[in-house]
């Protein structure tokens, strides 16, 4: 029903950028919260940021704080993900994922949970170099 797309990956060298784009279609955009995850061979997905539907409350792991910011575009369908400072240990794949739209308001507890996504994106690779 909702299919995401992710997209602007890439190699950096350290410290520098890179934005993150997930396209949405499906419907439904403007009610779903939406978040980041990443993952890398041999650990768990982890929780990166989000951003609730309505007001676009930001939630972020300690580790992006301050570095990574999550935003949204409504009117694109589309959520992004603006990546600065980037060190090597944030190499990963980074998936997109929405929050059903029935689900009680996003909370910080509920916004690092991947059981939390009902809809997964297929993922865009982030290499940081040294």
């Known amino acids: 029903q909702v299919q995401l797309v992710e997209s602007g990956g890439g190699l950096v060298q350290a410290g520098g950028s890179l934005r993150l784009s997930c396209a949405a279609s499906?419907?439904?955009?403007?009610?779903?919260?939406m978040g980041w995850f990443r993952q890398t061979p041999g650990k768990a997905r982890e929780f990166v940021a989000a951003?609730?539907?309505?007001?676009?409350?930001?939630y972020y792991r300690d580790s992006v704080k301050g570095r990574f910011t999550i935003s949204r575009d409504d009117a694109q369908n589309t959520v992004y993900l603006q990546m600065n400072s980037l060190k090597p240990e944030d190499t990963a794949i980074y998936y997109c994922?929405?929050?059903?739209?029935?689900?009680?308001?996003?909370?910080?507890?509920?916004?690092?949970?991947?059981?939390?996504?009902?809809?997964w994106g297929q993922g865009t690779q982030v290499t940081v170099s040294s």
């Open positions: 994922a929405a929050r059903p739209a029935t689900f009680a308001p996003m909370s910080s507890v509920a916004a690092r949970r991947g059981s939390e996504y009902d809809y």
């Open positions: 499906g419907g439904t955009f403007r009610n779903r919260a």
């Open positions: 951003i609730s539907r309505n007001l676009g409350i930001t």
